[in-house]
């Protein structure tokens, strides 16, 4: 995704207010059986940071020639602090290491881009295991867990980031990798950190990847894009953006920020809550079509993300393979709902009653296996219902307001333009993210923020049921549209 709109970051982030506490900022000392020597770190503490309580834990990695103080050129006590008083992140406890591994651990070494120095940061992830988590989950009131446990880097600390966050994808629910330098995969000076083909997650596992790259970036040049398209081929969801700035903390600091903003929370949090809605105000399900593929999808999940917004996606079972497993699971965990949309997207009204209840039974199972939860509604290929199906699916059944956005021909203005004509309060808008509907995906840009003017509410159809006191019946006899 190469928006620089959809991941800017406010000017007023990096500047301290006065009605807003913020976190400690401290430096300490552990041992280091990994290195034989005491090392140093920084560690920023929650505002208020209470021993009786547990809080998420950040590892936030320098570059090539920094070390534990690096980051504070991107003012993360500030940039964190003024997210945690705008409820816009979670608090949590930042630690700041030096990523340098070896028993001379001083920055700008004169042997800084040597082979021995690059392994000496790969030699980190060791001591992180061995030395500084365990000193951190002793001395320090730390909630464990992958969903609780994030790393993040800048530079050579972005290749370390997602070379622990991959390698631990049992330790770390997130990791970020801002300007990302070479070495996670194989080129001309080292052999790389993963063969290509197995630059994945260990384990199956599934973190929240975010890569930022700066577009003026001579540095580490197209790398970041080359880990971007790497993870895309092996099917792993994740979040891609390239944002204003070179190789320096305007990138840096703005990745940190987006990052924060998106770590440590659950998926009730990332949606809009029934306590959210404005019941004086209207509201509209987006819903989508024809997924899961691993880039419309993923461009559409990027495009709520950046305003903020839930939908509803009706999957087609034979779309939802292990490549898209992952972003069924990522679509879930921004607090979307999932639907079904049939196994194979037939004309089920020419289906005997055991072929239509497999087209059905077949795909829900396939979502509660990925979600946990079993999806409530249906909406019928081609929109083509007989009473043959009303009795043997027991799903509520969703049409929509479509604006012919599978012709090829309709421009993105066009879609905009008739969403926005026909859309009242209570209304459900049909669109679709098969693959390669690139104008669906640039029409969100106007249909979103559109409605929003209007004062409209993003739901779930679940949400949309229950804000209207509409039962959802899986043997009524109706397919829903607009409910008023």
Same mark, same amino acid.
């Given at each position: 995704?190469?928006?620089?709109?959809?991941?800017?970051?406010?000017?007023?982030?990096?500047?301290?207010?006065?009605?807003?506490?913020?976190?400690?900022?401290?430096?300490?000392?552990?041992?280091?059986?990994?290195?034989?020597?005491?090392?140093?770190?920084?560690?920023?503490?929650?505002?208020?940071?209470?021993?009786?309580?547990?809080?998420?834990?950040?590892?936030?990695?320098?570059?090539?020639?920094?070390?534990?103080?690096?980051?504070?050129?991107?003012?993360?006590?500030?940039?964190?602090?003024?997210?945690?008083?705008?409820?816009?992140?979670?608090? +949590?406890?930042?630690?700041?290491?030096?990523?340098?591994?070896?028993?001379?651990?001083?920055?700008?070494?004169?042997?800084?881009?040597?082979?021995?120095?690059?392994?000496?940061?790969?030699?980190?992830?060791?001591?992180?295991?061995?030395?500084?988590?365990?000193?951190?989950?002793?001395?320090?009131?730390?909630?464990?867990?992958?969903?609780?446990?994030?790393?993040?880097?800048?530079?050579?600390?972005?290749?370390?980031?997602?070379?622990?966050?991959?390698? +631990?994808?049992?330790?770390?629910?997130?990791? &970020?990798?801002?300007?990302?330098?070479?070495?996670?995969?194989?080129?001309?000076?080292?052999?790389?950190?993963?063969?290509?083909?197995?630059?994945?997650?260990?384990?199956?596992?599934?973190?929240?990847? +975010?890569?930022?790259?700066?577009?003026?970036?001579?540095?580490?040049?197209?790398?970041?894009?080359?880990?971007?398209?790497?993870?895309?081929?092996?099917?792993?969801?994740?979040?891609?953006?390239?944002?204003? &700035?070179?190789?320096?903390?305007?990138?840096?600091?703005?990745?940190?920020?987006?990052?924060?903003e998106r770590i440590f929370k659950t998926r009730d949090e990332k949606g809009m809550g029934m306590k959210d809605i404005d019941p004086n105000k209207p509201v509209v399900a987006l819903t989508f079509d024809d997924g899961p593929n691993c880039t419309t999808t993923c461009e559409v999940l990027d495009k709520l993300e950046q305003y903020g917004v839930t939908a509803t996606f009706f999957l087609i079972g034979d779309n939802i393979t292990p490549q898209t497993e992952t972003v069924v699971k990522r679509t879930y965990d921004m607090g979307n709902e999932i639907a079904n949309h049939s196994k194979s997207h037939l004309d089920m009204t020419k289906l005997s009653e055991e072929e239509i209840r497999n087209e059905v039974t077949s795909v829900s199972e396939q979502i509660e296996a990925i979600t946990g939860e079993?999806?409530?509604?249906?909406?019928?290929?081609?929109?083509?219902?007989?009473?043959?199906?009303?009795?043997?699916?027991?799903?509520?059944?969703?049409?929509?307001?479509?604006?012919?956005?599978?012709?090829?021909?309709?421009?993105?203005?066009?879609?905009?333009?008739?969403?926005?004509?026909?859309?009242?309060?209570? +209304?459900?808008?049909?669109?679709?993210?098969?693959?390669?509907?690139?104008?669906?995906?640039?029409?969100?840009?106007?249909?979103?923020?559109?409605?929003?003017?209007?004062?409209?509410?993003?739901?779930?159809?679940?949400?949309?049921?229950?804000?209207?006191?509409?039962?959802?019946?899986?043997?009524?006899?109706?397919?829903?549209?607009?409910?008023?």
């Open positions: 995704m190469k928006a620089k709109e959809l991941y800017r970051m406010p000017k007023d982030y990096v500047t301290r207010r006065n009605d807003t506490e913020y976190g400690l900022l401290e430096t300490f000392e552990y041992e280091s059986t990994t290195t034989g020597t005491t090392r140093k770190a920084n560690i920023i503490l929650p505002a208020g940071y209470d021993e009786s309580k547990q809080y998420p834990i950040l590892y936030l990695l320098h570059g090539i020639g920094g070390d534990h103080n690096e980051w504070l050129g991107a003012d993360p006590v500030t940039v964190i602090g003024n997210l945690v008083a705008d409820d816009e992140a979670s608090e +949590m406890i930042v630690v700041m290491p030096n990523v340098r591994a070896r028993a001379n651990d001083v920055g700008n070494p004169s042997d800084i881009y040597s082979v021995e120095h690059f392994q000496a940061f790969d030699n980190f992830i060791n001591e992180l295991q061995t030395d500084l988590m365990p000193y951190m989950e002793k001395n320090y009131a730390v909630k464990t867990g992958r969903e609780n446990t994030a790393i993040a880097g800048l530079s050579m600390g972005g290749r370390e980031a997602l070379y622990i966050g991959l390698t +631990m994808a049992d330790t770390f629910g997130y990791v &970020g990798a801002f300007c990302p330098a070479p070495g996670v995969l194989p080129y001309d000076v080292e052999p790389g950190l993963f063969e290509k083909e197995e630059f994945v997650p260990a384990g199956g596992y599934e973190p929240f990847i +975010m890569i930022a790259e700066g577009d003026s970036d001579n540095v580490v040049s197209s790398w970041p894009s080359t880990y971007h398209k790497t993870l895309e081929e092996n099917g792993v969801s994740h979040t891609y953006y390239i944002t204003e &700035g070179g190789h320096d903390f305007k990138v840096w600091t703005n990745g940190l920020y987006n990052f924060a079993t999806p409530k509604f249906f909406r019928p290929p081609y929109i083509l219902v007989n009473d043959n199906m009303y009795g043997n699916i027991d799903l509520t059944f969703i049409c929509g307001a479509g604006c012919e956005d599978w012709v090829e021909d309709v421009s993105a203005k066009q879609r905009a333009k008739t969403t926005l004509d026909q859309v009242q309060d209570g +209304m459900i808008i049909l669109l679709h993210d098969f693959e390669g509907n690139s104008k669906t995906v640039e029409a969100l840009d106007e249909i979103i923020p559109g409605l929003q003017e209007r004062g409209y509410q993003f739901v779930t159809v679940s949400q949309l049921f229950e804000i209207k006191n509409v039962e959802i019946n899986g043997k009524d006899k109706n397919l829903y549209t607009c409910l008023e």
